[in-house]
C-alpha cells in the first residue's frame, strides 16, 4: 500500500496544478487571488484571536488555497468517467442541484472528499454540472448538439489508461500519480478553437449561453477557481479599485457572529477570442473568478429556515442595500452558537475538555448539560457543499441580461444518478453522522 501516493496528496497536487494553469490562462484570476491574500493578511493582522485560532488548527499555511472550481459536460459517458477520474483524487459525488428550477438547463452534484480527515487535509470540490439537452426545445438542434458532443472525447488516451491501472492497482505510485495529473489537466484546459462553424455556435447560444458553452469546445473548460477569504465583504468591495468587475450582489446569508452556510460573490466572465470552424472569429464568455466564505452546516430545521428567510428577503441589485434586507429579515435566525446548538438549527462536532477527560462522561449525561459544565466542548461543523438559489446567481450574472427564464423545471435526481453511474451521498446524512460519530468518541450516546 505504502508505494502508492495518497488520494489527499493527489488531490492537493491536482488543485495546485490547476490553480497554476488557470491563474495563466485568466490573469485575472491571478489579481483576484492577489487580492484575497491582502484582505486575508489585513484580517489576520487586525484580529490576533482568529490568527491563534487558524494557527492552532494548522490552516494558515493553507488558507489562501483553493477551496472549489466547477465544470459543465455534455454527456453521461463523460460524467461517469469524471466520476472515476475524481475517486482517483479521493472526491466522491454528493449532492443533487437542480438548476432547471432557475433557468438553467442543467443538474449537478459535487465531487468532494468525504471523511474528516480528507476535508481537514485538503477540501477542494468540483460543482459538476451535466447539461440538459431534453430541455432543448428546437428538436433539429438537440439532435446536432447531441452528434457535436458524440464525436468529442474530454479525456486523453494516456489518462484513461491511468485511471484503469489506478482500478486494477488500487492505487497510483508517485510518478504515476504526476502523470496522472498533468493528463487530467488536459480535461480542463482552455481551446480557443471551437469544434463548430460560426453559424453553429450562434444557433446553440441562441438556445442557451450555457450550450453553447458546453458543446462547441473539445474539452469541459475549469470555468472558475474560488478561493477562500476571511473577509467577502471587504473583497467585494476593494474589487473595483483592482480593476476587477463584481456581480452584483453577494449570494448566500448575511454577514453574522456565528457564520452559517456559505458567502459567494464572483467577477464577471470575461470575453474571450475563439476562432470557429472554417477560421471565423468571435468571443465567448464563460470563464471568471469567485470566492467564498464558510460558516456552519445547518440541520434539515436550520435549513428550512434559511430556505424562508432567503425567500422572505428576495434579491436586489445593489449589494449594500440587499445585504442590509438580508440582516435584518435574517434577525429571526439566532446568531449564539449556544441558541443554535439548543434549538438543533446547525450540526456540531463534540470533544472533550480536560475537565471532560478528567472526569468523562456517564450514561445518560446529555450533551448539553455537559457543555454547560464545561467538560465537552462543541465545535460548528463546517458546511462542505453547495446552494443551489446562489449557484444559480453565479450562472445567471454570466448569462447577461438575456438569460431565459425557462419554467421547465422538473428536477431528475434519478436520471442524473443513471448518467453519474452511482448514487449521490446524501449530504444531511453526512453531516448526521459526522455529529453522532463525535459524541460516541467522548462516550455521550444523547445529543
Ligand atoms: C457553476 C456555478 C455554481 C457555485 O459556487 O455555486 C458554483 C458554474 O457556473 O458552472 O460554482
Ligand atoms: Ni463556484
Redesign the pocket.
Known amino acids: 500500500m505504502d508505494h502508492f501516493l495518497s488520494a489527499d496528496a493527489i488531490r492537493t497536487r491536482f488543485s495546485q496544478a490547476m490553480s497554476a494553469m488557470y491563474q495563466q490562462e485568466v490573469p485575472q484570476y491571478g489579481t483576484l487571488m492577489e487580492l484575497v491574500q491582502q484582505v486575508n493578511a489585513r484580517c489576520l493582522a487586525d484580529n490576533p484571536a482568529l490568527h491563534a485560532r487558524l494557527e492552532a488548527a494548522d490552516e494558515l499555511s493553507r488558507l489562501n488555497l483553493e477551496r472549489?472550481g466547477?465544470?459543465?459536460v455534455g454527456t453521461a459517458q463523460e460524467l461517469a468517467t469524471l466520476r472515476q477520474m475524481f475517486a482517483v483524487m479521493g472526491m466522491a459525488p454528493v449532492g443533487y442541484y437542480d438548476l432547471s428550477q432557475a433557468g438553467v438547463p442543467v443538474h449537478s452534484t459535487a465531487f468532494r472528499p468525504v471523511s474528516d480527515e480528507a476535508l481537514r487535509r485538503n477540501p477542494f470540490r468540483i460543482?459538476t454540472?451535466l447539461l440538459r439537452l431534453e430541455l432543448i426545445d428546437d428538436i433539429p438542434l438537440r439532435e446536432k448538439a447531441a452528434a457535436i458532443l458524440a464525436q468529442r472525447d474530454i479525456f486523453t488516451p494516456r489518462c484513461r489508461a491511468l485511471m484503469a491501472q489506478h482500478q486494477q492497482q488500487g492505487g497510483l505510485s508517485e510518478a504515476d500519480a504526476d502523470a496522472f495529473v498533468h493528463e487530467a489537466l488536459e480535461t480542463f484546459r482552455w481551446h480557443a478553437l471551437s469544434t463548430v462553424d460560426s453559424a453553429d455556435y450562434q444557433a446553440l447560444s441562441q438556445q442557451h449561453r450555457l450550450i453553447a458553452d458546453v458543446v462547441c469546445f473539445p474539452g469541459c473548460h475549469i470555468?472558475?477557481l474560488?478561493p477562500r477569504t476571511l473577509d467577502i465583504d471587504r473583497v467585494q468591495a476593494l474589487m473595483p479599485d483592482y480593476g476587477i468587475d463584481p456581480k452584483a450582489v453577494i449570494e448566500g446569508p448575511p454577514r453574522r457572529e456565528v457564520p452559517i452556510l456559505l458567502r459567494?460573490t464572483s467577477f464577471k466572465a470575461l470575453e474571450e477570442p475563439v476562432i470557429f470552424q472554417q477560421g471565423e472569429t468571435g468571443t465567448h464568455t464563460a470563464r471568471f473568478g469567485?470566492i467564498?466564505q464558510r460558516g456552519a452546516a445547518l440541520t434539515p430545521k436550520g435549513r428550512a429556515l434559511y430556505d424562508r428567510l432567503l425567500a422572505e428577503a428576495g434579491t436586489g441589485t445593489d449589494n449594500q442595500q440587499h445585504q442590509r434586507r438580508l440582516s435584518e429579515v435574517f434577525r429571526a435566525f439566532p446568531d449564539d452558537e449556544r441558541s443554535l446548538r439548543e434549538q438543533q438549527l446547525a450540526w456540531f462536532s463534540y470533544r472533550l475538555s480536560e475537565q471532560g477527560a478528567a472526569q468523562p462522561p456517564q450514561s445518560g449525561e446529555s450533551a448539553g448539560a455537559l457543555v454547560e459544565q464545561g467538560r465537552l466542548i462543541a465545535d460548528p461543523i463546517i458546511y462542505e457543499d453547495?446552494?443551489p438559489v446562489?449557484?444559480a446567481g453565479?450562472?445567471q450574472s454570466?448569462l447577461g441580461d438575456k438569460a431565459q427564464a425557462r419554467s421547465a423545471g422538473n428536477a431528475s435526481r434519478a436520471d442524473f444518478e443513471a448518467a453519474l453511474g452511482a448514487p449521490v451521498q446524501d449530504e444531511m446524512a453526512l453531516y448526521e453522522a459526522r455529529q453522532r460519530q463525535s459524541l460516541a468518541r467522548c462516550g455521550v450516546s444523547e445529543a
Open positions: 472549489h466547477a465544470i459543465r460543482f454540472s470555468n472558475h474560488t459567494q469567485e467564498e453547495f446552494l446562489s449557484a453565479i450562472f454570466n
